[in-house]
T-cell receptor
Framework: GQQVQQSPASLVLQEGENAELQCNFSTSLNSMQWFYQRPGGSLVSLFYNPSGTKHSGRLTSTTVIKERRSSLHISSSQTTDSGTYLCALELYNQGKLIFGQGTKLSIKP | EAAVTQSPRSKVAVTGGKVTLSCHQTNNHDYMYWYRQDTGHGLRLIHYSYVADSTEKGDIPDGYKASRPSQENFSLILELASLSQTAVYFC???????????FGEGSKLTVL
């Protein structure tokens, strides 16, 4: 079965609203990564987060390994935040990354 | 700034032809990866390498070969391109296995 599930699959918000993206996993992991994929296709690393909470500007990543979930919070969204957000988990003791299917975020002006 | 560059960025190939996608990194990373992205499948690992002159199979290696002639360079080779290999291909590097990934811009391959 699917080891990593991202939700929602798509999200449409008005500019200024906050976005909450979820990544749930069914297996033990060493770390979690979050990526942003631009509409043109390139991928940018947002967070490398083994556990706990990390901040970067308007972005916050929280990973709770015991609860098998990670979230990405975007505050005061902007139209330039539109794109696809991918999570990837490093399987415990396997040195392998598994990617989620992504959340497509659209921010309307 | 870490940098991974791919070439070509876009290519149209004929069925049965040979295609080589190239990747160059200036991160001084040991690990390099080739991923394929298709709608509905997310990112899937094709081949990876952790040292020059050695490559390892990923999750979907069939129909692909890889070459790592130096720490900086990693190529993906399709000896006999097929329609099903139409996809966007991403190269990435990391300092350690399954560590923080740095991606290239992607190479869009269309096989006709």
């Amino acid at each position: 079965g699917q080891q990593v599930q991202q939700s929602p699959a798509s999200l449409v918000l008005q500019e200024g609203e906050n976005a909450e993206l979820q990544c749930n996993f069914s297996t033990s992991l060493n770390s979690m990564q979050w990526f942003y994929q631009r509409p043109g296709g390139s991928l940018v690393s947002l967070f490398y987060n083994p556990s706990g909470t990390k901040h970067s500007g308007r972005l916050t990543s929280t990973t709770v390994i015991k609860e098998r979930r990670s979230s990405l919070h975007i505050s005061s969204s902007q139209t330039t935040d539109s794109g696809t957000y991918l999570c990837a988990l490093e399987l415990y003791n396997q040195g392998k990354l598994i990617f989620g299917q992504g959340t497509k975020l659209s921010i309307k002006p | 700034e870490a940098a991974v560059t791919q070439s070509p960025r876009s290519k149209v190939a004929v069925t049965g032809g040979k295609v080589t996608l190239s990747c160059h990194q200036t991160n001084n990373h040991d690990y390099m990866y080739w991923y394929r992205q298709d709608t509905g499948h997310g990112l899937r690992l094709i081949h990876y390498s952790y040292v020059a002159d050695s490559t390892e199979k990923g999750d979907i290696p069939d129909g692909y070969k890889a070459s790592r002639p130096s720490q900086e360079n990693f190529s993906l080779i399709l000896e006999l391109a097929s329609l099903s290999q139409t996809a966007v291909y991403f190269c990435a590097s990391s300092l350690r296995e399954a560590g923080q990934l740095y991606f290239g811009e992607g190479s869009k391959l269309t096989v006709l």
